[in-house]
């Protein structure tokens, strides 16, 4: 049975508050100062700035913000980058507004490298609004990690509200895991992703005042150009309590499908909510299902329901595991991977592991090496290292990486032209091109490898 909503789900529920007006006092620097001096070994929170009485200026946030070194953009300068927000740099929408590609060159501020960036433009008739845009500045502002997105800087300009993030090659993990139909993600980048997402939940939650990511979710993963996972989109954080005490809310937020069942009924919030969320992202992994999808049959449409139970029967998991993987993956690890995640996905909240206690689980998966040889076919990234085996060509010669892929692309696509060459292809690529996930994992590491597009 469907659990019980008690909320009208939303892709990210409501703003709380508008934009107000910039505050040109000249009073508020000097206070500012003040402030970012006091707490300067101490990580600002969000209420130290949201509430009305607060002297630190909007204007100029990063100069209160503990180890920031945020820039402050125009509106202007956010324009010419984006070409005027044209839709042709539209990298997508959320529930804070639409997401554009854009482009830092060396002359646009001094110490400001050249680079691709992801510009986040507030929808001013969206369901966020000033709340979130502040909650995504101090806390990314602050907090610092290999698997967080890098927010570069924000504008804050009348009723403007923009973010400037690290431009993140592969998208998110929804659009890789769901909406990727050339190629699937194979299992050790799944790990792999699970691990730097697992990661940057433990970092958070093991903060001196834990920091509750409250919409844990594949939408909210970005990727690199390695598959190497980032979280973004803060909007719904929130400070956390300490000890086992927890926030208790009248206003539940998050998406639906993703939050933990006791936040949905009580509005009691701990960072054992966030373990439930991971433990749905770990069963879409798993399975390569959506945690919520109406066009399945009735008694799967809400996967968590439907698959847990079958979680702890390790002789029923291969009936579960996405079929795209075509058995590709590590046996003992799938087991141990489906055994976390029904852990993670417990009812109550005390039998869940802590975050550090799923990332030594997870982390040891990518060892196991009883990964079958299949048929998945990776490609060197141009701008990555090659491989230390030279390839050759027909007529003998040693020839580039790049070309030799280039030839065998165009082999294969020969292949299927002419049937009658078809096995004489495939066993010619099995000899050069086709490796087991293990094999080129050993030979490239975690960040050297990808799927073929």
Known sequence: MALKRVVSWRIILPSCAKASKKNN????????NIISKQVSLQRLSLSDVSNPGSPISLSDLSSSLVGSNLHIFTLKELKKMTNNFSKSELLGEGGFGPVYRGSICDKLRPGLESQLVAVKKLDLNGSQGHKEWLAEVIFLGQLKHPHLVNLIGYCYEDEHRLLVYEYMAKGNLDDQLFKNYSATLPWLTRIKIAIGAAQCLAFLHEEEQPVIYRDFKAANILLDSDYNAKLSDFGLATDGPQGDDSHITTCVMGTEGYAAPEYINTGHLTTMCDVFSFGVVLLELLMGKRSIDKNRPRREQYLVEWARPILKDCHRLNHIMDPRLEGQYSTAGVKKAAALAYQCLSHNPKSRPTMRAVVKTLEPLLELTDIPSGPFVFTVNPEGKKCDEPRIGNNGEEIEEKKYYEKERIRQQRGRKHHH????????????????????????GTSLYSPKN
């Open 25 to 32: 006092s000249s009073s508020e620097p000097n206070k500012s």
């Open 421 to 444: 060459r078809g096995r004489r292809i495939k066993a010619s690529s099995r000899s050069r091109a086709v490796h087991s996930d293990t094999t080129l994992y050993k030979a490239l």
